[in-house]
């Protein structure tokens, strides 16, 4: 793709007081099928260049400024390093939006922990086609499908807090934790049939708060984002994804979103990049609408 002459973040990283704030986490380390999610944030911001800064809808984005702080490592194990990525992001004033890009999803312990310092009382609606709150899952307990598990216990968010949607691949202990901690799901299936009364039952559960989106990738059905660690058939299209965050945080208040799971050397002419960096601009333009 010819770049030539653009900017990333679709022109926006230009001028002063930011309003959004960009951080990498380029981390796979949990990862446990394939990795390659670590490449991600240096593409997806390569090919943000190629974006207009102008929503779906012909919101123009040219009122918010975008600052990207780089890269923040943990290391080389999240177990060990997750508090180093926090403690940069929970710095970030709380006036500005922050956006994450993963990185394998356990990047959201950094970022969750990092949110609730920001945002004393968060909310989460964890987008995702796994719950990942085993306690321990393929190995570990700190890898990929513990990352939920263990993002409510370093950040101290209570998981009747959280809303999870998407969910299609379940671990049984998963949905014992679910219905014993008060977590709304909402799975793919239930979405799919119904989105907007899903988008409803979201929106209820999480009116009047402030919300963290952390969207996994491998919501989306792989036809529309092969490019993951986990495809999983029968997921949401990009389409749908779209019109589920509109709908669901209509009545709260958005105050970050991380995307993960995107996994660069698995990618289809860079399908999934592209289905990230459209969520990244859209979530942009709702929070614009709502200052």
Same mark, same amino acid.
């Given at each position: 793709?010819?770049?030539?002459?653009?900017?990333?973040?679709?022109?926006?990283?230009?001028?002063?007081?930011?309003?959004?704030?960009?951080?990498?986490?380029?981390?796979?380390?949990?990862?446990?099928?394939?990795?390659?999610?670590?490449?991600?944030?240096?593409?997806?911001?390569?090919?943000?260049?190629?974006?207009?800064?102008?929503?779906?809808?012909?919101?123009?984005?040219?009122?918010?400024?975008?600052?990207?702080?780089?890269?923040?490592?943990?290391?080389?194990?999240?177990?060990?390093?997750?508090?180093?990525?926090?403690?940069?992001?929970?710095?970030?004033?709380?006036?500005?939006?922050?956006?994450?890009?993963?990185?394998? %999803?356990?990047?959201?312990?950094?970022?969750?922990?990092?949110?609730?310092?920001? %945002?004393?009382?968060?909310?989460?609606?964890?987008?995702?086609?796994?719950?990942?709150?085993?306690?321990?899952?393929?190995?570990? %307990?700190?890898?990929?499908?513990?990352?939920?598990?263990?993002?409510?216990?370093?950040?101290?968010?209570?998981?009747?807090?959280?809303?999870?949607?998407?969910?299609?691949?379940?671990?049984?202990?998963?949905?014992?934790?679910?219905?014993?901690?008060?977590?709304?799901?909402?799975?793919?299936?239930?979405?799919?049939?119904?989105?907007?009364?899903?988008?409803?039952?979201?929106?209820?559960?999480?009116?009047?708060?402030?919300? %963290?989106?952390?969207?996994?990738?491998?919501?989306?059905?792989?036809?529309?984002?092969?490019?993951?660690?986990?495809?999983?058939?029968?997921?949401?299209?990009?389409?749908?994804?779209?019109?589920?965050?509109?709908?669901?945080?209509?009545?709260?208040?958005?105050?970050?979103?991380?995307?993960?799971?995107?996994?660069?050397?698995?990618?289809?002419?860079?399908?999934?990049?592209?289905?990230?960096?459209?969520?990244?601009?859209?979530?942009?333009?709702?929070?614009?609408?709502?200052?």
């Amino acid at each position: 793709m010819n770049l030539d002459g653009l900017r990333p973040w679709g022109g926006l990283s230009d001028g002063e007081s930011p309003a959004v704030v960009v951080a990498g986490i380029a981390y796979d380390g949990s990862a446990v099928y394939r990795k390659g999610a670590a490449l991600a944030p240096q593409r997806i911001r390569q090919l943000s260049a190629a974006m207009p800064p102008v929503t779906e809808e012909g919101v123009l984005l040219t009122g918010l400024r975008v600052e990207d702080v780089g890269d923040l490592s943990p290391g080389e194990d999240i177990e060990t390093g997750w508090m180093r990525p926090m403690e940069r992001l929970a710095a970030i004033p709380p006036d500005r939006f922050l956006t994450v890009v993963g990185g394998d %999803h356990c990047t959201a312990i950094a970022t969750l922990s990092a949110q609730v310092r920001r %945002h004393p009382g968060l909310h989460v609606l964890w987008v995702d086609a796994h719950p990942d709150l085993c306690d321990f899952s393929r190995g570990g %307990h700190w890898t990929c499908g513990c990352a939920l598990r263990r993002a409510l216990e370093t950040s101290g968010i209570d998981p009747s807090r959280v809303v999870i949607a998407g969910g299609r691949d379940f671990d049984p202990e998963e949905l014992d934790f679910i219905r014993a901690n008060g977590v709304l799901m909402l799975s793919t299936a239930e979405i799919a049939r119904d989105l907007d009364g899903s988008a409803r039952k979201i929106a209820g559960r999480l009116k009047g708060a402030k919300v %963290h989106v952390s969207f996994d990738i491998d919501v989306l059905d792989p036809a529309f984002a092969p490019g993951t660690e986990i495809p999983s058939a029968g997921g949401l299209s990009t389409r749908q994804a779209l019109e589920l965050l509109r709908k669901s945080t209509a009545d709260s208040t958005l105050v970050g979103f991380d995307v993960v799971e995107v996994s660069p050397p698995f990618d289809s002419a860079d399908i999934t990049t592209l289905a990230a960096l459209k969520l990244i601009f859209e979530v942009w333009g709702l929070v614009l609408g709502k200052r």
